[in-house]
Protein backbone atom coordinates (compact mmCIF):
# COMPACT_ATOMS: atom_id res chain seq x y z
CA UNK A 1 0.00 0.00 0.00
CA UNK A 2 2.68 2.50 0.89
CA UNK A 3 4.93 1.67 -1.99
CA UNK A 4 1.74 1.96 -4.34
CA UNK A 5 0.94 5.53 -2.88
CA UNK A 6 4.13 6.59 -3.32
CA UNK A 7 4.27 5.49 -6.71
CA UNK A 8 1.28 6.92 -6.76
CA UNK A 9 2.77 10.49 -5.97
CA UNK A 10 5.32 10.31 -8.22
CA UNK A 11 3.15 9.99 -11.29
CA UNK A 12 1.15 13.00 -9.88
CA UNK A 13 4.35 14.69 -9.65
CA UNK A 14 5.53 13.48 -13.21
CA UNK A 15 1.72 14.78 -14.60
CA UNK A 16 1.93 18.21 -12.52
CA UNK A 17 5.69 19.02 -13.73
CA UNK A 18 5.16 18.34 -17.27
CA UNK A 19 1.16 18.71 -18.09
CA UNK A 20 -0.49 21.33 -16.02
CA UNK A 21 2.00 24.17 -15.49
CA UNK A 22 -0.14 27.21 -13.91
CA UNK A 23 -0.20 30.71 -15.04
CA UNK A 24 1.15 33.25 -12.87
CA UNK A 25 -2.74 33.90 -11.64
CA UNK A 26 -3.19 30.41 -10.87
CA UNK A 27 0.10 30.07 -9.01
CA UNK A 28 -1.03 33.20 -7.11
CA UNK A 29 -4.79 31.82 -6.83
CA UNK A 30 -3.49 28.51 -5.10
CA UNK A 31 -0.53 29.51 -3.03
CA UNK A 32 -2.72 33.39 -1.55
CA UNK A 33 -5.98 30.93 -0.99
CA UNK A 34 -4.01 29.02 1.38
CA UNK A 35 -1.98 31.69 3.38
CA UNK A 36 -5.52 33.27 3.60
CA UNK A 37 -6.76 30.16 5.51
CA UNK A 38 -8.57 28.52 3.38
CA UNK A 39 -8.43 24.61 3.16
CA UNK A 40 -6.51 22.61 1.21
CA UNK A 41 -9.21 21.52 -1.15
CA UNK A 42 -9.08 22.71 -4.31
CA UNK A 43 -8.46 20.57 -7.10
CA UNK A 44 -4.48 19.87 -7.86
CA UNK A 45 -3.12 21.05 -11.27
CA UNK A 46 -3.11 17.74 -12.76
CA UNK A 47 -6.78 18.31 -12.23
CA UNK A 48 -7.13 21.87 -13.03
CA UNK A 49 -5.96 20.84 -16.62
CA UNK A 50 -8.43 18.32 -17.19
CA UNK A 51 -11.42 20.72 -16.58
CA UNK A 52 -9.57 23.38 -18.52
CA UNK A 53 -9.51 20.74 -21.52
CA UNK A 54 -12.86 19.25 -21.02
CA UNK A 55 -13.86 22.94 -21.12
CA UNK A 56 -11.39 23.97 -24.67
CA UNK A 57 -13.30 20.78 -26.02
CA UNK A 58 -16.93 21.86 -25.18
CA UNK A 59 -15.99 25.45 -25.60
CA UNK A 60 -18.50 26.69 -23.55
CA UNK A 61 -20.06 30.55 -23.71
CA UNK A 62 -22.24 29.44 -20.56
CA UNK A 63 -20.58 27.85 -17.33
CA UNK A 64 -22.04 26.72 -13.89
CA UNK A 65 -19.74 26.19 -11.25
CA UNK A 66 -20.98 24.90 -7.21
CA UNK A 67 -18.80 25.53 -4.50
CA UNK A 68 -15.76 28.21 -5.31
CA UNK A 69 -13.92 27.80 -2.39
CA UNK A 70 -10.79 30.77 -3.61
CA UNK A 71 -11.75 30.19 -7.15
CA UNK A 72 -8.56 28.03 -8.47
CA UNK A 73 -10.78 25.38 -10.22
CA UNK A 74 -13.47 28.65 -11.63
CA UNK A 75 -9.70 30.13 -13.22
CA UNK A 76 -8.93 26.38 -14.88
CA UNK A 77 -12.49 26.82 -16.01
CA UNK A 78 -12.54 30.19 -17.03
CA UNK A 79 -9.78 30.09 -19.05
CA UNK A 80 -11.18 27.05 -20.96
CA UNK A 81 -14.11 28.62 -21.98
CA UNK A 82 -15.67 30.22 -25.04
CA UNK A 83 -13.81 34.29 -25.73
CA UNK A 84 -17.04 35.51 -24.97
CA UNK A 85 -18.29 33.10 -22.35
CA UNK A 86 -19.40 33.92 -18.63
CA UNK A 87 -19.54 31.69 -15.69
CA UNK A 88 -21.30 31.47 -12.35
CA UNK A 89 -20.13 30.64 -9.43
CA UNK A 90 -21.93 29.53 -6.60
CA UNK A 91 -20.57 29.71 -2.79
CA UNK A 92 -22.00 30.48 0.42
CA UNK A 93 -19.19 31.49 2.71
CA UNK A 94 -18.67 35.15 2.63
CA UNK A 95 -14.79 34.77 3.32
CA UNK A 96 -14.52 32.93 0.40
CA UNK A 97 -15.93 35.02 -1.80
CA UNK A 98 -14.02 37.69 -1.46
CA UNK A 99 -10.52 35.87 -1.54
CA UNK A 100 -12.13 34.39 -4.62
CA UNK A 101 -12.86 37.98 -5.96
CA UNK A 102 -9.06 39.30 -5.34
CA UNK A 103 -8.16 35.93 -7.39
CA UNK A 104 -10.60 36.86 -10.62
CA UNK A 105 -9.72 40.47 -10.73
CA UNK A 106 -5.43 39.58 -10.76
CA UNK A 107 -6.46 37.29 -13.50
CA UNK A 108 -8.67 40.03 -15.83
CA UNK A 109 -12.00 37.63 -15.85
CA UNK A 110 -13.83 40.07 -12.93
CA UNK A 111 -16.85 41.10 -15.74
CA UNK A 112 -16.63 37.32 -17.33
CA UNK A 113 -17.08 35.55 -13.58
CA UNK A 114 -20.24 35.99 -11.26
CA UNK A 115 -20.34 34.97 -7.60
CA UNK A 116 -23.13 34.30 -6.62
CA UNK A 117 -23.61 33.87 -2.67
CA UNK A 118 -25.99 31.57 -0.42
CA UNK A 119 -26.89 27.75 0.10
CA UNK A 120 -26.34 25.85 -3.41
CA UNK A 121 -29.52 24.09 -3.27
CA UNK A 122 -31.49 27.56 -2.87
CA UNK A 123 -30.04 29.17 -5.83
CA UNK A 124 -30.09 26.50 -8.33
CA UNK A 125 -33.68 25.86 -7.21
CA UNK A 126 -33.76 30.05 -7.44
CA UNK A 127 -32.35 29.84 -11.37
CA UNK A 128 -35.00 26.83 -12.31
CA UNK A 129 -38.05 28.82 -10.97
CA UNK A 130 -36.37 32.24 -12.82
CA UNK A 131 -36.42 29.70 -15.98
CA UNK A 132 -32.35 30.31 -16.25
CA UNK A 133 -31.28 29.42 -19.87
CA UNK A 134 -29.76 26.18 -20.08
CA UNK A 135 -25.54 26.00 -19.19
CA UNK A 136 -23.07 24.68 -21.80
CA UNK A 137 -20.83 22.81 -18.48
CA UNK A 138 -21.52 22.51 -14.94
CA UNK A 139 -18.78 21.51 -12.22
CA UNK A 140 -20.29 20.38 -9.57
CA UNK A 141 -17.65 20.76 -6.38
CA UNK A 142 -19.70 21.66 -2.93
CA UNK A 143 -20.58 19.71 -0.24
CA UNK A 144 -20.96 15.95 -0.86
CA UNK A 145 -23.99 15.03 0.92
CA UNK A 146 -25.86 17.82 -1.66
CA UNK A 147 -24.35 15.52 -4.57
CA UNK A 148 -27.75 14.08 -5.49
CA UNK A 149 -29.98 16.90 -4.90
CA UNK A 150 -26.93 19.01 -7.30
CA UNK A 151 -27.46 16.21 -9.86
CA UNK A 152 -31.08 16.81 -10.73
CA UNK A 153 -31.28 20.16 -9.97
CA UNK A 154 -28.10 20.54 -12.79
CA UNK A 155 -30.07 18.21 -14.85
CA UNK A 156 -33.04 20.93 -15.31
CA UNK A 157 -30.15 23.59 -15.99
CA UNK A 158 -28.95 21.46 -18.65
CA UNK A 159 -29.89 20.72 -22.53
CA UNK A 160 -28.94 18.00 -24.80
CA UNK A 161 -24.93 18.20 -25.40
CA UNK A 162 -24.28 19.65 -22.02
CA UNK A 163 -21.48 18.76 -19.68
CA UNK A 164 -21.69 18.01 -16.35
CA UNK A 165 -18.83 17.22 -14.32
CA UNK A 166 -17.95 16.79 -10.86
CA UNK A 167 -15.29 16.48 -8.34
CA UNK A 168 -14.14 13.82 -6.01
CA UNK A 169 -16.48 10.84 -6.97
CA UNK A 170 -14.23 8.56 -5.19
CA UNK A 171 -14.64 8.61 -1.18
CA UNK A 172 -11.53 9.22 0.69
CA UNK A 173 -12.28 6.60 3.57
CA UNK A 174 -13.97 3.00 3.26
CA UNK A 175 -14.05 0.15 1.09
CA UNK A 176 -14.96 0.92 -2.37
CA UNK A 177 -18.96 0.38 -2.55
CA UNK A 178 -19.42 -0.50 1.33
CA UNK A 179 -18.68 2.71 3.35
CA UNK A 180 -19.45 3.00 7.26
CA UNK A 181 -23.20 3.86 6.96
CA UNK A 182 -22.74 7.25 9.82
CA UNK A 183 -20.36 8.53 6.59
CA UNK A 184 -22.86 10.20 5.02
CA UNK A 185 -20.39 12.24 3.06
CA UNK A 186 -19.20 8.52 1.02
CA UNK A 187 -22.49 7.29 1.26
CA UNK A 188 -24.20 10.06 -1.03
CA UNK A 189 -20.94 9.89 -3.07
CA UNK A 190 -21.58 6.33 -4.09
CA UNK A 191 -25.91 7.15 -4.39
CA UNK A 192 -24.75 10.22 -6.80
CA UNK A 193 -22.41 7.34 -8.68
CA UNK A 194 -25.21 4.73 -9.11
CA UNK A 195 -27.59 7.23 -10.67
CA UNK A 196 -25.54 9.11 -12.59
CA UNK A 197 -24.20 5.78 -14.25
CA UNK A 198 -28.09 4.65 -14.52
CA UNK A 199 -29.85 7.71 -15.75
CA UNK A 200 -31.60 7.71 -19.11
CA UNK A 201 -30.10 11.29 -20.06
CA UNK A 202 -26.52 10.99 -18.82
CA UNK A 203 -23.73 8.98 -20.82
CA UNK A 204 -21.24 8.81 -17.56
CA UNK A 205 -17.41 7.25 -16.64
CA UNK A 206 -15.90 7.90 -13.35
CA UNK A 207 -12.03 9.27 -14.95
CA UNK A 208 -9.41 8.33 -12.07
CA UNK A 209 -7.77 11.56 -10.63
CA UNK A 210 -4.69 11.14 -8.12
CA UNK A 211 -4.72 13.73 -5.36
CA UNK A 212 -3.72 15.14 -2.55
CA UNK A 213 0.19 14.69 -0.80
CA UNK A 214 0.06 10.94 -0.71
CA UNK A 215 -1.45 10.25 -4.18
CA UNK A 216 -5.12 9.18 -3.58
CA UNK A 217 -6.71 7.58 -6.52
CA UNK A 218 -10.09 10.13 -6.80
CA UNK A 219 -12.03 11.05 -9.49
CA UNK A 220 -13.69 13.24 -11.82
CA UNK A 221 -16.97 12.52 -13.01
CA UNK A 222 -17.59 12.97 -16.74
CA UNK A 223 -21.11 12.96 -17.79
CA UNK A 224 -23.07 14.37 -21.33
CA UNK A 225 -26.17 15.42 -21.25
CA UNK A 226 -27.86 13.64 -24.11
CA UNK A 227 -31.91 14.13 -24.16
N1 LIG B 1 -13.94 24.14 -6.60
C1 LIG B 1 -12.91 24.57 -5.65
C2 LIG B 1 -13.01 23.85 -4.33
C3 LIG B 1 -14.36 23.94 -3.68
S1 LIG B 1 -14.33 23.38 -2.01
C4 LIG B 1 -11.55 24.30 -6.26
O1 LIG B 1 -11.29 23.15 -6.65
O2 LIG B 1 -10.72 25.21 -6.35
C5 LIG B 1 -16.05 23.41 -1.66
C6 LIG B 1 -16.62 24.80 -1.50
O3 LIG B 1 -18.03 24.65 -1.49
C7 LIG B 1 -16.23 25.49 -0.20
O4 LIG B 1 -15.76 26.77 -0.46
C8 LIG B 1 -17.54 25.54 0.59
O5 LIG B 1 -17.67 26.71 1.38
C9 LIG B 1 -18.58 25.51 -0.51
N2 LIG B 1 -19.85 24.92 -0.08
C10 LIG B 1 -20.01 23.79 0.64
N3 LIG B 1 -21.29 23.53 0.82
C11 LIG B 1 -22.00 24.51 0.18
C12 LIG B 1 -23.37 24.79 0.01
N4 LIG B 1 -24.30 23.99 0.52
N5 LIG B 1 -23.72 25.88 -0.71
C13 LIG B 1 -22.77 26.67 -1.24
N6 LIG B 1 -21.45 26.47 -1.10
C14 LIG B 1 -21.06 25.40 -0.40
MG1 LIG C 1 -13.05 18.92 -5.03
Known amino acids: MIAELSRNRQ ?10 IEENELIYAREHSLEAGLKAIAVPSNVGKMLYLLCRLQNPKKILEIGTLGGYSTLWLAKGMHPEGRLITLEREEKHIQIAREHFERAGFENRI ?19 PPFDLIFIDADKENYPVYLD ?14 DNLIPKRGEILEPDPRDTEAVSIYDFNARMAAHPRLESMLFPTIVGENGRVDALGVALVHS
Request: aromatic share 6%.
Open 114 to 132: ELRQGEAEGLLKQMVAENE
Open 11 to 20: VKDYLCSFFS
Open 153 to 166: LTLALSRPGTLILS
